[in-house]
């Protein structure tokens, strides 16, 4: 009778070395989202944002999921103390109006890029100060 042994777990299973070095695990590419000052206004924010997305539209889609991302993250409202939550709430607003478009594939027929969408509506509600 023949023995069956199991195969082994992936994480037990030791890379050749030309696999390994086939990964770039430096995060050569990574977006750094512009610097923004402590007293910039949600308004001021969103509109560096704004810009920051426009000049990235025709970046490869991996990329554009990063910055998205570092954005989400950076601006999430938990993420940040209690006396910008407001701020960071309309950005997070602005990103998620302008998610799907942004990431979307690109085509020569695309509708205007990011509207003001639910951040313009949270400074118009009084979430943020003008």
């Known amino acids: 009778a023949e023995v069956r042994r ?11 070395s ?3 070095e086939e990964f770039d695990w430096s995060p050569s590419d990574a977006h750094s989202p512009p ?7 949600a308004a001021d924010i969103i509109q560096r944002i704004k810009q920051d997305l426009v000049e990235n539209m025709d970046a490869p889609e991996k990329k554009r999921k990063q910055i998205m991302r570092d954005y989400l993250k950076r601006w999430h409202p938990d993420k940040n103390d209690e ?9 997070t607003h602005f990103l998620y109006a302008n998610k799907v478009q942004f990431l979307a594939p690109r085509s ?6 990011l509207s003001n969408g639910a ?10 100060p003008k």
């Open 119 to 128: 951040a313009g509506a949270a400074v118009g509600a009084g979430l943020v």
């Open 83 to 91: 006396e910008s939550k407001g701020t960071a709430t309309a950005v």
């Open 18 to 20: 030309s696999e390994e």
């Open 6 to 16: 199991p195969r082994p777990a992936p994480w037990d299973v030791k890379m050749e």
């Open 108 to 113: 020569s027929e695309m509708t205007p890029l």
């Open 35 to 41: 610097q923004v000052d402590a007293a910039a206004t």
